[in-house]
């Protein structure tokens, strides 16, 4: 066997194998050049581009297995969704589709079997949180009063407001009940201006409790008077 080096480097070892024996062959060299002769690429090894080819025809349809069987896990899993909360096994359709009730949601929260949100769920903010219950009463002709408002829970009233358009004037007050809640009625002298009720009165509501707003008197034929009462929970 015929080994040419060309180049310099530090020595090597090279072993040499002719089928009866095997010596080592010091040389001192950087790149072999040829063997037996021959130069060139070495017949029968695949190059990088080759293996890499290779390589991916085979992984290629592992990869693709693994996938679709993921996918199928996925799909038919009671829950795929492990770190989300689980809705009673009800999943809306991704293109439209209708949400079945009952639902229940954090506090009290509920919507009913025929879509409409139940008594309990309508319940006031801390009292850290106004909320407003008002009536626009159109065209009146004189005293007049509306039952508005059924207290969910318990309550206290904050203000009472009123706006006129049109007329000359009116007088508004509200009530928990038959209980006047200001002390004197509001007198809307102002058009088109929000106006604030004087001291107030009989302001805590219980649950169950009525919310009425009453016209007491009106002048010069208004167009609309907007009764307004503030209230913030208990």
């Not at 904050?158 to 009940?177: E, F, K």
């Amino acid at each position: 066997m015929r080994i040419e080096v060309t180049g310099e480097a530090l020595t090597d070892d090279i072993e040499v194998t002719t089928g009866q024996q095997a010596r080592v062959v010091q040389v001192s060299a950087g790149l072999v050049s040829s063997v037996n002769g021959q130069t060139g690429d070495v017949t029968g090894l695949a190059t990088t581009a080759d293996v890499s080819t290779i390589a991916a025809a085979v992984a290629g349809p592992v990869a693709d297995e693994a996938a679709d069987e993921a996918v199928t896990t996925h799909v038919e899993a009671a829950d795929p969704h492990g770190d989300r909360a689980y809705a009673d096994g009800q999943f809306l359709p991704v293109a439209g589709g209708t949400l079945t009730g009952p639902i229940s949601g954090p506090g009290g929260f509920a919507v009913d079997s025929s879509g409409n949100v139940t008594a309990e769920s309508l319940t006031l903010p801390d009292a850290a949180t106004t909320l407003s219950k008002s009536l626009v009463i159109t065209a009146p002709a004189g005293a007049v009063s509306y039952v508005v408002w059924r207290a969910p829970k318990a309550c206290t009233v904050v203000g009472v407001r009123g706006y006129r358009v049109g007329g000359t004037g009116a007088t508004i007050n509200a009530q928990r009940g038959t209980a006047d809640l200001l002390a004197t009625d509001l007198s809307l002298s102002t058009a088109d201006t929000w106006l604030s009720g004087p001291s107030l009165q009989n302001t805590t509501f219980a649950v169950g409790d009525s919310l009425t707003v009453a016209i007491r008197s009106v002048s010069g034929a208004p167009t609309a008077v907007t009764i307004q009462v503030d209230l913030q929970g208990a």
